[in-house]
């Protein structure tokens, strides 16, 4: 496991990030914050699996839909851990859960719902053929409003509390902030990865008629903060003092094999198309 380098496997780049989907680039900033070597592998078959992020070395795998996502995989497998001396902070919990339910549903709905999905459409479906991305774009916004609990009766009433909890949280965020260089006690942990991946989200692919964007704008050292460790360790990425990394075939899709790709891509098509004639008919 030592002996080998890391796997990063994500969306493709897009919005001038290494990748612009909200649980992908977290991890990237992850690995980077910890100064860990790996190489960047991009999945464009299948960019909306659940599994998408994950992580591999040889046979170990950390899946985005495994025990608490990747990064909390790698913490719990003693991979990389950024965070143990900041679990006994008072504030830790609070904002862990800030940015992980009322800032992850904001950036969910903002994507797929309240900016017209233009953006999610770049990062998820623009290589497949128009049919099919446009079927699994119009799967994934239905299964985001069941995720919601968004109904045609409540749909205006989400999208205030939403934005509400969203406003809240960036306040609480910008004052534990300050002008630090992260978060707790001026070193990095997952929580900067986590937030500084949806900031960066937030600010570079999300439309200027954004709501959550704007929102996010009213603060300026948040927006310092971003702007500043995008430099740091998405910008500068190719300098030789930091971690590197490459687009390369994932090893676990070159184990399967295009076969077994081609296959899986077929009987995706026809669930798709039987999932589309439901929603007309429904």
């Given amino acids: 496991m030592e002996a080998e380098e890391l796997t990063l496997v994500a969306t493709k780049p897009s919005f001038d990030l290494p990748t612009a989907c909200p649980l992908c680039l977290p991890v ?3 690995l980077k914050l910890a100064h860990v070597p790996f190489r960047l ?4 078959i299948f960019p909306d699996s659940d599994q998408i992020p994950y992580v591999e070395s040889g046979t170990y795998v950390a899946y985005n839909n495994k025990n608490g996502g990747v990064i909390e995989c790698l913490k719990q ?15 830790w919990i609070s904002i862990k859960a800030m940015i992980n339910s009322w800032l992850a549903d904001a950036m969910m709905y903002e994507l797929w719902l309240g900016s017209g999905g233009r953006s999610a459409y770049k990062i998820y479906y623009s290589d ?12 994934q916004v239905y299964v985001v409003k069941q995720r919601l609990g968004i109904t045609k009766g409540n749909a205006e009433q989400r999208e205030d509390e939403i934005y509400k909890r969203a ?25 900067d990865a986590t937030f500084l991946g949806h900031a960066l989200v937030t600010l570079h692919a999300l439309p200027d008629t954004s709501v959550l964007r704007s929102k996010l704008l009213e603060h300026d050292n948040i927006v310092r903060y971003a ?11 190719s300098s030789s003092s930091g971690p590197q990394f490459h687009s390369v075939p994932s090893p676990s899709a070159q184990r399967k094999g295009p076969s077994n790709w081609s296959k899986l ?15 007309l008919i429904s």
Avoid: C
């Fill in 128 to 139: 497949p053929p128009w049919p099919i991305g446009k079927v699994l774009f119009l799967k």
């Fill in 227 to 237: 702007e500043k460790l995008k430099m740091e360790l998405i910008e500068s990425g």
């Fill in 77 to 91: 497998d003693g991979i990389v851990d950024l965070d143990s001396e900041f679990q006994s902070i008072p504030d």
């Fill in 167 to 191: 406003n809240i949280a960036y306040g609480a965020l910008s004052t534990r902030l300050g002008e630090q260089n992260f978060l707790f006690d001026d070193r990095p942990s997952s929580l």
């Fill in 28 to 30: 990237f900033i992850f």
């Fill in 41 to 44: 592998s991009f999945n464009s």
């Fill in 265 to 279: 891509l077929h009987l995706k098509v026809i669930f798709l198309y039987f999932f589309l004639f439901l929603l």
